[in-house]
């Protein structure tokens, strides 16, 4: 882990306005600076850059931050990630916190498979370009399928001798561990002698990369017809290696993924290979196995939407279509092409240009649901046997889909393909929904297991918003925080009632708040708000310590992210606020009126969430009730009665400090 001393200087050294122009061009606009925003197709200048804040923000699509997010969304990067790229970039050494012997360990081997297969690749990629038989043979095979050099280039294509242990032997001799071609996979051990044997050998190679571009296995083509052997063969699970969680071509399309807002999803390394090169590069491909949840939250990093491209055999579509329900259940939208009799993505791709590539398929793709269905129901025919599993195929697809109205919408569509009463289909759905509830096995947190637990050491890079599940008393925690973040060490009650804190002594926000909660017995209760607020308080004990520079350098991701937010200008006082305080604030600068108005500001939104909190207890206490009065337990609800009456006297003394409310609004 990157110490915060060593944060700090990386978000010292990268300033917005140099970051962001490596990628965006930039023009002056009065304190600011504006652009197209990379992250969505703007036609008009939409994305801002604040030298003074240190920030930029899309008021278009709402992405922006800190340099750190910034690079994060558009290199596609994890936070940590992030970091070390502006380190290197502005030069700073990165001290990471000292790891035990075990962790030392276990680091050092991962590093070492990872350096092992950076090696062979470069090996590949030098026998392919300058070794005879990789010029005759494994060039020989691209340049047949129409690859141009700067896509062998791009992709680092190679070639492996068929000489048994070409590669073994070379890496023995650069220093390499024979243990670590073993568990990379690039070599085995022959049961007879012991000796070493290259698993790729006599193939074309093709490197598979994670998301920031390391090489963590690769597939081999054989060109030569071998009983018993198969055509392709991949590298083996490992430490660095989990076929599950790795899509081919990922890295070289995560920007154009997230840009397009779309993922075609393709079979096989030449048909990501081929439409690269035709000028396609959202495309992925899961290297011939079937889906799987892993390699489905990759694209869910960067879009929603999923065209599959299909080529013409009936079976190998059937094959493939289970592994879509999974792209379903994941609230993924589903499309699919069905390319022409005797084409893949591959050879379709050789044939066409960027323009006309993208023009077929947006022409033919269709919806998977409607898809599926008028598939099955050509191959079920008149059997009604095959037409009852027909249904049930389709419902089971149905069912598992997230969303309310989409599901409804689909079984609107089935209800007239398959010619069936709605309510049948509605009923069935249902009852798959249950039945997949009953399966699953629900979390439980322990009682005593505290907010501070939670696991939020993994950002989510794609939406740019905090994976916590949302409570309608959020905004009212998110509202204090917008003056924690902005003006927590600020005086609070220098022109109001000092006494009932601190006597004549002036209070800061951070104090106020932490003092009007803990008074009554309130807290926050979203896990990820609970950190912000419980750190502040524990770093407001130092007098320099400053909210908006410690929280955007934050060692969470998350937490820096939801700073970003609040110090952006997407947050702002509404029309209420300026009718409360007065005319006078309409002629003044909103941020200094605000600060101005802390005294009265900061009290009223604890007292808003207070406010929050007495609504939803007597909600609570309302519902539990009624389950009395129905079981007959008339002592136990005239007892809930009376708690919801002095909630609610609580409720009128709130509504007098409240008055008219104040909103932020965003």
């Excluded at 439980?444 to 907010?451: F, K, L, T």
């Excluded at 337990?633 to 104040?662: N, P, S």
Aim: proline share 3%; net charge negative.
């Amino acid at each position: 882990m990157i110490d915060q001393i060593t944060i700090d200087r990386i978000m010292d050294a990268a300033q917005i306005v140099d970051v962001v122009s490596q990628f965006v061009t930039l023009k002056r606009r009065g304190i600011n600076y504006v652009g197209l925003c990379p992250f969505h197709s703007d036609k008009t200048p939409s994305f801002y850059v604040s030298p003074a804040k240190n920030i930029c923000k899309c008021f278009a699509c709402g992405e922006g931050g800190t340099a750190v997010h910034f690079i994060m969304k558009h290199e596609q990067l994890s936070y940590y990630e992030a970091l070390k790229y502006l380190a290197k970039k502005f030069n700073i050494e990165v001290q990471e916190r000292e790891l035990t012997n075990e962790q030392k360990q276990a680091h050092n081997e991962r590093e070492s498979l990872f350096i092992l297969n950076d090696f062979a690749r470069t090996y590949f990629v030098n026998i392919l370009h300058r070794h005879i038989e990789g010029k005759s043979v494994g060039m020989s095979y691209f340049k047949e399928r129409g690859f141009r050099d700067d896509i062998i280039e791009k992709f680092q294509l190679g070639y492996s001798l068929e000489q048994k242990d070409a590669l073994s032997q070379e890496a023995l001799r650069n220093g390499y561990k024979e243990d670590f071609l073993i568990k990379t996979g690039l070599a085995i051990k022959s049961e007879h002698n012991n000796a070493m044997i290259d698993r790729f050998r006599g193939r074309v190679m093709f490197p598979v990369h994670t998301l920031s571009g390391k090489v963590i296995a690769f597939g081999g083509r054989i060109l030569k017809k071998v009983e018993n052997t198969g055509k392709y063969i991949n590298s083996p699970e490992s430490e660095i290696y989990h076929k599950g969680n790795e899509l081919y071509g990922i890295y070289f399309a995560k920007q154009a993924i997230s840009k397009a807002d779309c993922c075609y999803l393709v079979e096989g390394y030449t048909d990501v290979i081929s439409m690269h090169q035709a000028g396609i590069e959202n495309v992925v491909a899961s290297s011939g196995t079937a889906l799987t949840h892993g390699q489905i939250r990759l694209i869910h990093r960067f879009t929603d939407n999923v065209t599959v491209l299909y080529d013409g055999d009936a079976a190998g579509i059937k094959a493939a279509l289970r592994g879509i329900d999974l792209l379903l259940e994941d609230g993924m939208n589903i499309k699919v092409v069905l390319l022409p009799d005797g084409e893949d993505p591959d050879s379709f791709a050789r044939k066409q240009n960027a323009e006309s590539l993208t023009k077929y398929i947006k022409d033919h793709e269709v919806d998977f649901i409607r898809f599926k269905t008028k598939l099955l129901l050509d191959d079920a025919g008149n059997d009604p046997i095959k037409r009852a599993s027909l249904i049930s195929d389709i419902v089971n697809s149905i069912s598992v889909i997230p969303d309310n109205i989409i599901r409804r919408v689909y079984i609107q569509d089935c209800s007239m393909l398959l010619d069936m009463d709605e309510r049948i289909l509605i009923d069935e759905v249902n009852k798959k929904r249950l039945s997949h509830q009953e399966r699953t096995p629900q979390p439980s947190i322990p009682p005593e297991q505290s907010a501070l637990n939670v696991d939020l050491s993994q950002p989510v890079v794609r939406s740019g918003k905090a994976a916590v599940k949302k409570t309608n008393i959020d905004k009212f925690e998110l509202a204090i925080l917008y003056f924690i973040v902005r003006y927590g060490m600020d005086i609070v009650l220098e022109g109001g009632d000092t006494n009932t804190v601190t006597g004549d002594m002036p209070t800061t926000v951070i104090d106020w708040v932490k003092f009007d909660l803990q008074r009554d017995g309130f807290w926050f209760t979203n896990p990820l708000y609970i950190v912000i607020l419980e750190d502040a308080i524990k770093q407001s004990e130092n007098e320099a310590f400053n909210p908006s520079r410690y929280f955007l350098a934050h060692t969470d991701a998350q937490i820096s992210k939801i700073a970003a937010e609040l110090i952006s200008d997407r947050y702002q006082l509404s029309k209420m606020y300026i009718k409360q305080f007065g005319e006078d604030m309409k002629k003044e600068d909103t941020p200094l009126a605000e600060e101005k108005h802390l005294w009265k500001n900061v009290p009223r939104a604890v007292t808003e969430l207070k406010d929050a909190h007495i609504s939803n207890q007597i909600k609570e206490i309302k519902s539990e009730m009624e389950q009395k009065q129905k079981a007959g337990d008339w002592d136990g609800a005239i007892e809930l009665m009376q708690k919801i009456k002095e909630l609610e006297e609580i409720k009128k003394i709130l509504a007098k400090e409240l008055g008219e409310r104040i909103i932020l609004r965003w």
